[in-house]
T-cell receptor, first 115, second 114 residues
Framework: AQSVTQLDSHVSVSEGTPVLLRCNYS??????LFWYVQHPNKGLQLLLK??????LVKGINGFEAEFKKSETSFHLTKPSAHMSDAAEYFC?????????????FGAGTRLFVKA | NAGVTQTPKFQVLKTGQSMTLQCAQD?????MYWYRQDPGMGLRLIYY???????DKGEVPNGYNVSRLNKREFSLRLESAAPSQTSVYFC?????????????FGPGTRLTVT
């Protein structure tokens, strides 16, 4: 069985300060892990993915995430927030070796960025 | 290359009416999915199609039917809409790339049932 828990439903930061969005997962399979971003009234766009290679994964727009197996975590970070980062972010887990239909989405974290 | 397209973008239905949501992808992907998104619940899988000619139920299939018309197109039908089906509906597609089963999403259909 798989599950994903995004530990914060809302995060608020000031522009130029670091961003941390937390995600814990559980999986009976070796997992692939993803972060997606959804801007208002838009579809989901892939930010980055982990698929058993390097544990520190770099994505688009300066975001990165670190896979920590011992902590079953895949937290998303960015050194300096920009106003355009305000959006909803989803942590997603799927089995490494197949089964797109087994993909599980977290409930989402809404990021607010203050000027 | 349009990716995943969905029509319509918005729809308002009265209880009991029917409608079909259309989805098409031009990436030659075998697998396609329909999700619904409700506040605070992430995305939940309604139906999926692992390949042309096959469809299977996901987590929340009640009240919906699907058709995989060909490799490109995957439609979702509401036979008798209910207020509980008010939601945002996303279509997605995927194709394995090594170990990655990344999904590509359409822009969504915002459905209100009154």
């Amino acid at each position: 069985a798989q599950s994903v828990t995004q530990l914060d439903s809302h995060v608020s930061v000031s522009e130029g300060t670091p961003v941390l969005l937390r995600c814990n997962y559980s999986s009976s399979y070796s997992p692939s892990l993803f972060w997606y971003v959804q801007h208002p009234n838009k579809g989901l766009q892939l930010l980055l993915k982990y698929t058993s290679a390097a544990t520190l994964v770099k994505g688009i727009n300066g975001f990165e995430a670190e896979f920590k197996k011992s902590e079953t975590s895949f937290h998303l970070t960015k050194p300096s927030a920009h106003m355009s980062d305000a959006a909803e972010y989803f942590c997603v887990v799927t089995p490494l070796l197949g089964g797109g239909f087994k993909t599980i989405f977290g409930a989402g974290t809404r990021l607010f960025v203050k000027a | 290359n349009a990716g995943v397209t969905q029509t319509p973008k918005f729809q308002v239905l009265k209880t009991g009416q029917s409608m079909t949501l259309q989805c098409a992808q031009d990436m030659n992907h075998n697998s396609m999915y329909w999700y619904r998104q409700d506040p605070g619940m992430g995305l939940r899988l309604i139906y999926y199609s692992a390949s042309e000619g096959t469809t299977d139920k996901g987590e929340v299939p009640n009240g919906y039917n699907v058709s995989r018309l060909n490799k490109r197109e995957f439609s979702l039908r509401l036979e008798s809409a209910a207020p509980s089906q008010t939601s945002v509906y996303f279509c997605a597609s995927s194709e394995p790339q090594g170990y990655s089963y990344e999904q590509y999403f359409g822009p969504g259909t915002r459905l209100t049932v009154t």
